[in-house]
């Protein structure tokens, strides 16, 4: 069964790490899908994103890493996915992920989202947050990636201390 981990990762980070981890043990294939949106300007240009995907996910046999844009689920349909992966950090996650998965259903009633509770050490852990840290040249090593973090200082240039 192959199973669709929608998102932006923007960048990745270790939260994202932790649920495909947890899926790949639960499916024959995971497709980490990212959304090329064009109402965002994300950080990480698309091919950037998807190198550094693949190389968080060069320890995992059955990981993909694909780009989509429109509808989530057109694209689930596209690769023959069954389900849709999301993760949960908390319970302030629940209200906008339940409401995807509803509307998810109506638009595709044969794809099952799947929600998978991220580890409590990465619970807090957002793509915007690391980002709002490492613009501020503060430490984000337990947060990503280290081939993120160096992407992520050489992008946001001469790091400095906050004050
Ligand atoms: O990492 P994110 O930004 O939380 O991911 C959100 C994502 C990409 C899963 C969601 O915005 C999405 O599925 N967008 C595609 C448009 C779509 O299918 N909309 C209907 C579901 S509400």
């Known amino acids: 069964m192959i199973a669709l981990y929608p998102g932006s990762f923007d960048p990745l980070t270790y939260g994202h790490l932790d649920v495909i981890e947890r899926a790949v043990r639960l499916f024959d294939c995971v497709v980490v899908a990212i959304l090329t949106n064009p109402d965002k300007s994300p950080l990480f240009s698309i091919e950037e994103r998807i190198c550094q995907i693949q190389k968080a996910t060069a320890h995992l046999d059955r990981v993909e890493v694909d780009t989509f844009h429109g509808l989530t689920v057109n694209f689930a349909r596209q690769r023959g996915a069954q ?10 996650d629940f209200e906008l992920e339940l409401q995807m998965a509803q509307t998810n259903r109506t638009l595709a009633p044969e794809i099952e989202t799947l929600f998978l509770s991220t ?11 690391v980002k709002g840290i490492a613009r501020l040249g503060g430490p984000v090593s337990h947060m990503v990636p280290s081939h993120i973090e160096v992407a992520l200082s050489e992008r946001y240039g001469v790091r400095e201390e906050i004050s």
């Open 83 to 92: 389900v849709l992966i999301r993760g949960l950090r908390a319970v302030s």
């Open 119 to 129: 580890s409590t050490v990465h619970s807090f852990l957002s793509s915007s947050l």
